[in-house]
């Protein structure tokens, strides 16, 4: 940010935090807003499709890793190839070249081994309430290629008509809801600055002693951070999602006390 010509320093959006995403090495790694809250009495739903989400991660996993052993362990046979690249399109949406299947088998090998030895996310969506916040997308990739990735509002260029219609008409929403693995099939952590987008930085409008600014924030963490990750999107319920965005929030039905409904 730059004020009274000079730059001021602050932290650069929860991109930031990838770094320490990193250092846990976890096997398995749950990612929630601490602004999705609910009461005790409501926690049973968002308990039971953390265990599903979970569940669906984990045998997703064991899919991927399965096909990446073969891969290594029939180099030169194509016929495993046809699986593992329908497996790819259907079940990661790994965008697959035109003409793949008439390629050599070792480059059509080396091209899933570096597109399914990734980073893992299964991120849960909810119906789009219009609660403000980002949404699942496909994303064209600048080589033509399209990608799922979680878009935030502040990256779409809302004075660009068509671009505004997209986005208004997301049938999902992000309510960041995210179960990660960060291990790869020889279970080695990922080195995740390698799966970065750097060039999904955005700017953020900010304030200073009364004084908007224009803020350059880090790509996102489930935003560019993890652009290159594998991503699948699973449908959860409305009932897990309840935000605390302002305090009139909690003047929600959910937010209230069990004796005042």
Known sequence: MCIRDRLVFRPGGHGALLEN????????????????????????????WKKILGGFLVDLQDQIHRRLRTLQQNPGEPNPLEDILDFAQENLAVSIPPGI????????????????????????????QGEPGGAPFWVQEPDGSQSLQILEKA????????????????????????????????GVPFDLTQYVDHEA?????????????????????????????????????????????????????EHQPEANL
């Open 21 to 48: 995403l990193g250092e846990l090495q976890g096997d398995l790694v749950y990612i929630k807003n601490i602004d999705n809250v609910v009461p005790d009495r409501l926690k049973e739903p968002t308990i039971l």
């Open 101 to 128: 299947r008439q390629w050599p088998a070792d480059l059509a090998r080396d091209f899933l081994a570096r597109n399914l030895n990734r980073p893992l996310r299964v991120c849960g969506v909810v119906p789009n």
């Open 155 to 186: 990256q779409v260029d809302l004075s660009d008509p068509q671009q505004r219609a997209f986005f208004n008409a997301a049938t999902h929403f992000n309510p960041v809801d995210l179960v990660c693995a960060l291990r790869d099939d020889q």
């Open 201 to 253: 930085v955005f700017i953020s409008r900010k304030s200073l002693e009364g004084r908007e600014l224009k803020a350059l924030e880090l790509p996102g963490l489930w935003n560019g951070a993890m652009a290159r990750w594998l991503t699948v999107f699973v449908e959860v319920p409305l009932a897990t999602f309840n935000p605390v965005k302002t305090v009139f929030d909690l003047l929600r039905p």
